[in-house]
């Protein structure tokens, strides 16, 4: 496919609303947030009973199920996205174990970029002290170096956050390789960057539509379920506690309020139910948003081959 107009790649990111139809990808994304958010609880109770090597050990596997669980779901999602058909989740998440390395080395390389512009900019500066070069050519230099470097920093975070952080994981996402993948990166920096900025503000600005609606449902279909729950069902905690699964509390958070957690096991059900539709209303948007850098990318890379 051909996208040779801004509008067409700007009608393709709109279509990333129809991501949440990808239930391979909403599994596993469900699945890496739940495995990430368990191992980081047992990670927190560890580290507080004084455990810090099994703490340790445990806040490192919650990094490794989400960032290689992460890059399975991107995986799927850019099969998607790209028209192919989407592979398993046993495939996928071999995938990334096997190509998700690729990630860290291409930011680890475009990050060494930044550096290099970082110590050329500090190098400039140093120079431009009245001890260095004197009283005359310091300031002359400092007038020099500050225009270019405002503009210079300000480009720099600015494709740092909009084309280098978001587009990187959809790079490899698609198969390319590290080097190609940095020169593509660092080519849309040099000539598309306002481009790219304005696609990603509008897949920032859909993700956040999304995650309002998404909120919206949650919060008046919880309050009532919640006073149904205390009306008909004979709940005896306060609705507006029943809601706090809603929220990402666990049971602590009822013993907490004061609540009577041990008079009847529907509080507790309502948390854990709660707790799987906190969990849905995270993934939804982050669904949303990892399709839409996927449109992104795609849009740019097909734009600039033809």
């Known amino acids: 496919m051909a996208h040779r107009s801004p509008l067409d790649a700007l009608n393709i990111v709109l279509s990333s609303v129809d991501a949440v139809r990808n239930l391979r990808a909403l599994y596993v994304l469900l699945l890496t947030f739940s495995v990430a958010g368990l191992l980081t609880a047992m990670a927190e ?36 996205a790209r028209g192919a058909p989407v592979r398993d989740i046993v495939e996928a998440l071999r995938a990334s174990l096997f190509t998700a390395h690729r990630l860290i080395l291409a930011l680890v390389l475009m990050l060494a970029g930044y550096a290099l512009f970082g110590a050329v900019l500090f190098g400039l500066l140093w120079l431009c002290r009245a001890s260095v070069t004197g009283p005359v050519i310091g300031p002359m230099l ?16 600015l ?9 990187a994981a959809p790079a490899i996402w698609s198969g390319e390789p590290v080097l190609p993948a940095v020169r593509q990166l660092f080519l849309w920096v040099r000539q598309r960057l306002l481009t790219v900025a304005l696609l990603m503000s509008a897949v920032s600005l859909l993700t956040g539509a999304v995650g309002a609606l998404v909120t919206f449902a949650v919060m008046m279909g919880g309050r009532v379920i919640a006073v149904m729950g205390v009306t008909v069902v004979g709940v005896d905690v306060p609705a507006q506690q029943l809601m706090a699964g809603l ?10 309020a004061g609540a009577p957690t041990g008079s009847t096991g529907h509080a507790a059900a309502a948390l854990v139910g709660g707790g799987m539709v906190f969990a849905l209303a995270l993934v939804l948007p982050g669904l949303v948003y990892l399709r839409g850098t996927c449109s992104v990318y795609l849009a740019m890379r097909n734009s600039s081959v033809n």
């Open 247 to 256: 929220f990402g509390y666990g049971l602590r958070s009822l013993g907490a």
């Open 45 to 80: 109770n560890a580290l507080a009973q004084g455990s810090m090597q099994v703490g340790a050990l445990e806040a490192a596997a919650a990094l490794f199920a989400a960032f290689y669980g992460g890059n399975a779901a991107g995986i799927l999602v850019m099969d998607d």
């Open 159 to 167: 494709s740092l956050v909009a084309v280098v952080v978001p587009l």
């Open 142 to 157: 400092f007038g020099a170096v500050v225009p270019l470097g405002v503009v210079g920093v300000g480009v720099a975070l």
